[in-house]
């Protein structure tokens, strides 16, 4: 039987981070998701090109049914 410091279930964005960090202090780490592939909806985020950090978090860049809605949120 496998023995590992930290047990990551899902492999998400959050649960790589977190594996990954975990990883750099020096535990052992194993992700556990139900996926066949792992982080498979981060390709989806910045149109494929898989952006953690968007630049342009500005109002006039979103689309809402309520369009103060945005503005007031950023």
Known sequence: ???????????????LFCAAEAGKRGRSVTVLDHAKKIGRKILMSGGGRCNFTNMYASHENFLCNNPHFCKSAL
């Open 1 to 15: 039987m496998n023995k590992f410091d930290v047990v990551v279930i899902g492999a998400g964005a959050a649960g």
